[in-house]
């Protein structure tokens, strides 16, 4: 039996939506998957301040909060019906949403000084309203089940990568460089290696913050990384950078905009300042520690050689400075993109998360404790489910079993 479902992914860039139309079936105990089509809408100039906003501590409040949740679930259902419409697609079709939302807070780890202060993490975009507006049942909030169960919360992507793209005799790394990059190792099933999921650091998130304030907010990101082209590598700002505490943090780890936000562009700038470096510079050199970071991660993983394949998606994938920079660093490595596997980069996420969702659906297991940390298997997802008719569509997937 083939079900219907919409992936949703929203990420740390805060730039837009994507939406994947998924064709999911199972047999032989192996999920298959076609992608039917695909949406996505960039948010409006005003909502993405908003976020911004909602993403520091300093100017987050928590009537905006409640508010851009609200918001969210409803801006979510619009695109959900417009990706139906376009491909001519019935409602009745559909068989459920999965939705990722926006992350705004993520704080894996227990902080040591407030016993309050456990970890967390928060995705908003209410799943009621979407349900009830898409007549669909919605699986959202993937990712507190696996800190419950102490993990990081995440990379989630990292468990369909591994459905996706091992390979018996060589290894492959599925690299992602969006606001956060985050990497999925995969070593040969013939080895006895396990494979292993992070974050490597900052993908876009650092260099659209610069290029922000250098444009006044006239452009949200490097085009084709012209500014960084017209600048220079400093040696002694990326050394600088290098000394960051995260890069040397044991795996899983995971991080966000807590870290990389306002605050670390302000002292990226004031170092800059103090080495007498022009915009340009400054943005040229975080566009090549953003590749360094994850070139370094490559070598803890395999020092002996080079990775076999790397797979690459994400926005920092169409910055040529960047991709230029990393196969410099990644000499011997074969790079692709998700495009040779037949998955639009753009909407790769949102078809793992409509996967991801399938998952809890059917009852399984969707994340893998070696990826995430996290102490057990567990199946993530909370359902909302507010019409009779998504109800009765939720009985679809007892059939399956």
Request: glycine residues 8%; charged residues 20%.
């Amino acid at each position: 039996m083939t079900i219907l479902g919409i992936g949703l992914m929203s990420g740390t860039s805060l730039d837009g939506v994507d939406a994947a139309l998924i064709e999911i079936s199972d047999t032989d105990s192996q999920t298959n998957y076609k992608i039917a089509g695909q949406y996505s809408e960039p948010f409006p100039t005003k909502i993405r301040a908003m976020l911004h906003q909602l993403c520091e501590p300093s100017s987050a409040r928590i009537e905006k909060i409640s508010s851009m949740n609200a918001y969210l679930g409803n801006m979510y259902a619009g695109i959900v019906n417009k990706t139906l419409k376009k491909y001519h697609r019935s409602s009745d079709e559909l068989s459920f949403i999965s939705s990722h939302g926006q992350t705004i807070f993520h704080q894996p780890t227990m902080n040591q000084t407030d016993e309050l202060d456990i970890p967390n993490t928060l995705q908003i975009g209410d799943i009621s309203a979407l349900s009830y507006h898409t007549d669909t049942p919605v699986v959202g909030n993937f990712r507190v089940a696996d800190i419950a169960a102490r993990g990081q919360g995440a990379p989630l992507v990292s468990y369909v990568d591994h459905l996706l793209f091992r390979e018996d005799k060589k290894d492959v790394a599925v690299q992602n460089i969006g606001g956060i990059g985050n990497v999925t190792y995969l070593p040969p099933k013939l080895s006895q290696s396990e494979p292993v999921s992070f974050d490597t650091g900052p993908g876009n998130m650092l260099i659209d913050q610069l290029v922000s304030r250098f444009t006044n907010g006239k452009l949200a990101y490097d085009s084709e990384g012209e500014i960084a082209s017209t600048g220079s590598t400093s040696q002694q700002l990326l050394k600088w950078l290098m000394q960051e505490p995260y890069l040397s943090r044991e795996y899983p780890k995971t991080t966000g905009r807590e870290l990389f936000g306002h605050t670390y562009v302000n002292h990226i700038l004031a170092t800059g300042e103090k080495l007498g470096l022009k915009m340009p510079d400054i943005i040229r050199t975080v566009t090549e520690w953003t590749a360094e970071t994850i070139a370094f991660h490559y070598r803890q993983l395999n020092p002996a050689s080079p990775v076999s394949k790397v797979i690459i998606g994400g926005g920092g994938s169409r910055n040529p400075v960047l991709m230029n920079d990393l196969r410099q660093k990644l000499t011997g490595s074969q790079f692709l993109s998700h495009d040779d596997f037949g998955i639009d980069n753009q909407i790769k996420e949102a078809m793992a998360f409509a996967i991801l969702g399938y998952k809890r659906l059917t009852g399984d297991y969707n994340q893998l404790p070696v990826f995430t940390g996290a102490k057990s298997s567990v199946i993530m997802g909370e359902v909302a489910c507010n019409t009779k008719n998504a109800f009765k569509k939720v009985h679809r997937f007892y059939d399956l079993k």
